[in-house]
Nanobody, 121 residues
């Protein structure tokens, strides 16, 4: 099994932006849905954005209009552009892949180790 690898996390002030990347070969163009998830300290894991195996995109209500998920099949990379970041966006962000149709609430088979995003007020 190949594990996705996230990068791009960091510390920003409220209102700032970050772009997360996920190296996701061999999942990025092989019938897999891919998503970004996050987990804040003391909270459960939350689905942030998913691009399913035929390209349909779903966002959590809390990030819609601020975050954008995209993928580059040629680079085998999944992205999450995060704008207008708020302190409540502080969390460990994970990239995940699952074969076939998946949603924000579905189980996923392959998970990365995560990248930390910290937003200060």
């Amino acid at each position: 099994q190949v594990q996705p690898v996230e990068s791009g996390g960091g510390s920003v002030q409220a209102g700032g932006s970050l772009r997360l990347s996920c190296a996701a070969s061999p999942y990025i163009s092989s019938g897999h849905s891919m998503g970004w998830f996050r987990q804040a300290p003391g909270k459960g894991r939350e689905g942030v954005a998913v691009i399913d195996y035929i390209g349909r995109i779903t966002y959590a209500a809390s990030v819609k209009g601020r975050f954008t998920i995209s993928k580059d099949n040629a680079k085998s990379t999944l992205y999450l552009q995060m704008n207008s970041l708020q302190p409540e966006d502080t969390a460990m962000y994970y990239c995940a892949a699952g074969y076939g149709l998946r949603t924000l609430q579905s189980p996923y088979n392959y998970w990365g180790q995560g990248t930390q995003v910290t937003v200060s007020s």
